[in-house]
């Protein structure tokens, strides 16, 4: 007898347990109201090209998820009190990879700018639907975006990854991190710019996926970049 395919969601979940990432019923329900959201908006507005359940938890909400497995977005409060500044998704589009982060860790804060009306129409959406609390969207460009730094900042495919770890770099907080989602082979003229902008790369971050952009399939290498201190 063949064995039971697991579903995308269940998938997904068994991906973030292997990652000591959180998962729980709630985190599920809310992934399972994201995906169907996706599905049902992107028929009238293509916010993420033809693509159906399967293809966008496997080239979309895995991705995401990697980029926490490889470094997750700091939750513990701070000692002065204050809440950390949380993540900064830029070139949201449908909220890749801000909400599944978001739905990851719903206790950091989430600033997604986006400059798009149909997009940010779509996370408006999906922030009520999906009750999730301290979320920001910034319909604007990110040159016109005047806000602070933040604890991680992370865009799927804003710009070439070395001019992302350049704009990145004047928006992560002294002690913050830096996702940079690319294909493998980047990781030295990454590393050689990083070390130019006071940046390191996280120890043991070499870790490639075969999680492509959509319809590509091609393999991912996401790695991760701290302030040096």
Known sequence: MAKPTLSPIDRLAK??????????????ER??????????FNRAM??????????????LLLDSATAAAVAAPRVSVEESGEQPAGILDVGSGAGLPGIPLKIL??????TMVEPRKKRTTFLKI????????DVEIARCRLEDFEEGR?????????????????LAAERVA??????CMTRPGERAEL????????????????????????????????????VLS
Not at 46 to 59: A, F, R, Y
Request: proline residues 6%.
């Open 105 to 110: 860790f719903p206790e950091v804060p989430l």
């Open 46 to 59: 293509n916010l993420i090209g033809p693509m159906e359940g399967d293809q966008i938890v496997d080239q």
């Open 126 to 133: 999906v922030v009520e639907r999906l009750a999730l609390p």
């Open 150 to 166: 933040y604890d991680y900042v992370i865009s799927k495919a804003f710009r070439a990854p070395v001019t992302w770890l350049e």
């Open 174 to 179: 002294a002690d913050g991190t830096i996702i």
């Open 15 to 28: 991906f973030c347990v292997q990652n000591n990432l959180p998962w729980d019923d709630k985190t599920a």
């Open 191 to 226: 590393s050689e710019r990083a070390q130019a902008l006071g940046l390191e790369l996280v120890k043991g971050c070499d870790n490639s996926t075969e999680l492509g952009a959509p319809s590509l399939g091609e393999a991912r290498a996401i790695y991760a970049f701290n």
């Open 31 to 40: 992934f399972e109201g994201y995906l169907g959201l996706l599905e049902h």
